[in-house]
T-cell receptor, first 112, second 114 residues
């Protein structure tokens, strides 16, 4: 069983929809939770990160972490065609030397 | 210009050939990484280096080697390429103490081994 599970999709939604992307994990030591966005033929780039539990909002994006359920989510409000990309969750324990474990990514298409 | 540059961007080679993928960065970061990305498997860490004299194996280092020639340069070698090493390879950098340890990725090197 993988440490981080992510539904690969593909997920297709109409423009303006609310999108929910999710990951589950098994390692209770994970403390940093990140979402990377990867456009086609590009490298991933950090979208948001959260430390420990709780919510974090940045414009149309909201990241949620529920450590009791080992479940993290990324919500995209008022989705735009420019949000079409693969979204990867990633997480790691505390300690600057600890490495990230990535989910497999969810491919999202927002239709105009 | 990109902060993290990978060469070549695309390479097709044959089984048994030696291949080197190169990465250079202008971000001034000490830490550099090599990942491979496969459909359905996400990003997996091959090797990482925290400074010029430090090299560490990642999750899937078998069949690969690396060289950290300078703070800004980190190369990945496949001594004898095999078809299951066909993948998209990414170099990344980070700086300790910066936020959550954000990784900055290059644009990738697509390798096909026939």
């Amino acid at each position: 069983q993988k440490e981080v599970e992510q539904d690969p999709g593909p997920l297709s939604v109409p423009e303006g929809a609310i999108v929910s992307l999710n990951c589950t994990y098994s390692n209770s030591a994970f403390q940093y939770f990140m979402w990377y966005r990867q456009y086609s033929r590009k490298g991933p780039e950090l979208l948001m990160y959260t430390y420990s539990s709780g919510n974090k909002e940045d414009g149309r994006f909201t990241a949620q972490v529920d450590k009791s359920s080992k479940y993290i989510s990324l919500f995209i409000r008022d989705s735009q065609p420019s949000d079409s990309a693969t979204y990867l969750c990633a997480m790691r324990p505390s300690g600057s030397a600890r490495q990230l474990t990535f989910g497999s990514g969810t491919q999202l298409t927002v239709l105009p | 210009d990109a902060d993290v540059t990978q060469t070549p961007r695309n390479r097709i080679t044959k089984t048994g050939k030696r291949i080197m993928l190169e990465c250079s960065q202008t971000k001034g970061h000490d830490r550099m990484y090599w990942y491979r990305q496969d459909p359905g498997l996400g990003l997996r860490l091959i090797y990482y280096s925290f400074d010029v004299k430090d090299i560490n194996k990642g999750e899937i280092s078998d069949g690969y080697s690396v060289s950290r020639q300078a703070q800004a340069k980190f190369s990945l070698s496949l001594e004898s390429a095999i078809p299951n090493q066909t993948a998209l390879y990414f170099c990344a950098t980070s700086r300790p103490g910066q936020g959550a340890g954000e990784l900055f990725f290059g644009e990738g090197s697509r390798l096909t081994v026939l």
